[in-house]
């Protein structure tokens, strides 16, 4: 394992920022073992962190069940109401909502339809009406739209999973009923403010003001509008952060400041394909997998990562053989391999 020269990293990073369709761009990545730190942009500009706000949601869970409040396996419905749970899951005509744990929701196991991203019946996706309008949506539109989709498969049916924004609703929901309070408050008084995370905060229909203070999401070439809808998606989607939060973030997590240490082993034992074979991450209980293909590697191999990814052009992972922690974002909906591609690159400078 070796250190890159800082200005080796500045130019795979330049290369990516000069691009048309990036509209501004932070990486950092620290090494704690040998002190190593370097950054590219500004690592204090807020970001939309889309869907690796799902690792402070797990993280959350984990510390509910460290308190004795759940299990993994104790089914959603128990916490939740056999109503909230009805209709998710139906196949031939049998009803296996109630039968959903919280594990499987946490893996993407579960068989609830994805509200986001699975087709609809038409053809479009809610994907595409965040693209094209700016509303705000409770819960309960979510469940709506999840329970107007076909599921794809029974509650841990061996060999299947589904990528699914649906699930971390209902863990947000759950993670709200046990706290006796919003999301955004166990949020706050439990990762926030005892990590010193000053910098992070969660987009909510109370402060849409603060949409101003984002870095600008694209689409393509056109920046992205929606402040109503994103204050929609509180445990799925809605944490906004910067480079130098991220990391610290990512340092408890990984280090068991957040939640017993020997949880992280028993969320990575496992891993379950959720995308297309092309795309090389996977999942495990609420963690993302990202693995380097042996094409964009094919003399040394670069070890595997966990951590998440967002749809908005965010990464957050660990790289464990390397004592590395990297995050960043590149501001784009549309190219989604485009802060992969950088990670990777990145990366392979420390073999």
Same mark, same amino acid.
């Given at each position: 394992?070796?250190?890159?020269?800082?200005?080796?990293?500045?130019?795979?990073?330049?290369?990516?920022?000069?691009? /048309?369709?990036?509209?501004?761009?932070?990486?950092?990545?620290?090494?704690?073992?040998? =002190?190593?730190?370097?950054?590219?942009?500004?690592?204090?500009?807020?970001?939309?962190?889309?869907?690796?706000?799902?690792?402070?949601?797990?993280?959350?869970?984990?510390?509910?069940?460290?308190?004795?409040?759940?299990?993994?396996?104790?089914?959603?419905?128990?916490?939740?109401?056999?109503?909230?749970?009805?209709?998710? &899951? $139906?196949?031939?005509?049998?009803?296996?909502?109630?039968?959903?744990?919280?594990?499987?929701?946490?893996?993407?196991?579960?068989?609830?339809?994805?509200?986001?991203? @699975?087709?609809?019946?038409?053809?479009?996706?809610?994907?595409?009406?965040?693209?094209?309008?700016?509303?705000?949506?409770?819960?309960?539109?979510?469940?709506?739209?999840?329970?107007?989709?076909?599921?794809?498969?029974?509650?841990?049916?061996?060999?299947?999973?589904?990528?699914?924004?649906?699930?971390? @609703?209902? &863990?947000?929901?759950?993670?709200?009923?046990?706290?006796? =309070?919003?999301?955004?408050?166990?949020?706050?008084?439990?990762?926030?403010?005892?990590?010193?995370?000053?910098?992070?905060?969660?987009?909510?229909?109370?402060?849409?003001?603060?949409?101003?203070?984002?870095?600008?999401?694209?689409?393509?070439?056109?920046?992205?509008?929606?402040?109503?809808?994103? /204050?929609?998606?509180?445990?799925?989607?809605?944490? $906004?952060?910067?480079? /130098?939060?991220?990391?610290?973030?990512?340092?408890?997590?990984?280090?068991?400041?957040?939640?017993?240490?020997?949880?992280?082993?028993?969320?990575? /034992?496992?891993?379950?394909? $959720?995308?297309?074979?092309?795309?090389?991450?996977?999942?495990?209980?609420?963690?993302?997998?990202?693995?380097?293909?042996?094409?964009?590697?094919?003399?040394?191999?670069?070890?595997?990562?966990?951590?998440?990814?967002?749809?908005?052009?965010? $990464?957050?992972?660990?790289?464990?053989?390397?004592?590395?922690? &990297?995050?960043?974002?590149?501001?784009?909906?549309?190219?989604?391999?485009?802060?992969?591609?950088?990670?990777?690159?990145?990366?392979?400078?420390?073999?």
């Amino acid at each position: 394992m070796k250190q890159p020269a800082p200005a080796t990293l500045d130019r795979l990073a330049s290369t990516v920022a000069a691009k /048309a369709n990036v509209p501004s761009m932070s990486f950092a990545i620290e090494q704690p073992s040998t =002190g190593f730190t370097w950054s590219y942009g500004d690592t204090d500009q807020p970001y939309f962190l889309a869907s690796i706000t799902k690792l402070y949601t797990v993280a959350l869970l984990m510390q509910l069940r460290d308190e004795g409040a759940l299990t993994l396996d104790t089914p959603a419905a128990r916490i939740l109401g056999e109503e909230t749970m009805s209709g998710l &899951v $139906v196949h031939n005509g049998r009803d296996y909502g109630s039968l959903v744990t919280v594990r499987q929701l946490l893996a993407q196991t579960s068989g609830v339809p994805d509200y986001f991203e @699975q087709k609809r019946a038409d053809g479009s996706t809610f994907l595409d009406t965040l693209l094209n309008s700016d509303d705000a949506y409770s819960f309960e539109d979510f469940l709506a739209m999840a329970r107007a989709l076909p599921s794809q498969f029974t509650p841990a049916k061996p060999g299947k999973a589904q990528y699914c924004d649906t699930n971390y @609703q209902l &863990v947000g929901r759950i993670i709200e009923v046990l706290t006796s =309070g919003t999301f955004e408050q166990a949020l706050h008084s439990r990762i926030l403010q005892p990590h010193n995370l000053r910098d992070t905060w969660l987009l909510t229909p109370q402060n849409l003001h603060r949409y101003e203070e984002v870095s600008e999401t694209w689409y393509r070439n056109r920046p992205l509008r929606a402040p109503k809808t994103i /204050a929609s998606f509180p445990p799925d989607g809605a944490i $906004v952060s910067t480079a /130098a939060d991220q990391l610290r973030f990512l340092r408890a997590f990984i280090g068991g400041d957040l939640f017993p240490r020997q949880y992280l082993e028993e969320m990575t /034992a496992r891993w379950n394909s $959720v995308f297309s074979p092309l795309v090389p991450i996977s999942y495990g209980i609420g963690i993302m997998r990202c693995s380097v293909p042996r094409l964009l590697s094919p003399i040394t191999s670069i070890p595997d990562m966990i951590g998440h990814s967002g749809a908005f052009g965010t $990464v957050l992972y660990y790289v464990r053989d390397y004592d590395l922690y &990297v995050c960043g974002s590149v501001n784009q909906m549309h190219t989604r391999s485009l802060p992969h591609q950088l990670l990777f690159k990145l990366v392979s400078k420390f073999r």
